[in-house]
């Protein structure tokens, strides 16, 4: 089992900036992804950006302005996001990709973080 904790969200004002951390702990082999999906009110979650070993994906509404990395160490995931826009504004959960034992990977979620941007 996988146990995520996030950390970072707030209200900021449009231009502002943010970075959202998200540790992973708990039983497993590895981790092969991880990464941010967001929801806003009344919209499905989608993708905001992740990261693997050797490569990084962004959505193309926060390419540019957003920045993922990974602390391969604390199992932990942060995404910077600058130049905020009011339409950033929603949950952000934190995605996680692990082997949790020889053949056999899950997914797990975190809790969320509420980013509000105000215009």
């Known amino acids: 089992q996988v146990q995520l904790v996030e950390s970072g969200g707030g209200l900021v004002q449009t231009g502002g900036s943010l970075r959202l951390s998200c540790a992973a702990s708990g039983r497993f082999f590895s981790i092969n992804s991880m990464g941010w999906y967001r929801q806003a009110p009344g919209k499905q979650r989608e993708l905001v950006a992740t990261?693997?070993?050797?490569?990084?994906d962004y959505a193309d509404s926060v390419t540019g302005r957003f920045t993922i990395s990974r602390d391969n160490a604390k199992n932990t995931v942060y995404l910077q996001m600058n130049s905020l826009k009011p339409e950033d504004t929603a949950v952000y959960y934190c995605?996680?990709?692990?082997?949790?034992?020889?053949?056999?990977?899950?997914?797990?979620w975190g809790q969320g973080t509420q980013v509000t941007v105000s215009s």
């Open positions: 990261i693997t070993s050797d490569n990084t």
């Open positions: 995605h996680v990709r692990a082997t949790i034992r020889t053949g056999v990977w899950s997914h797990y």
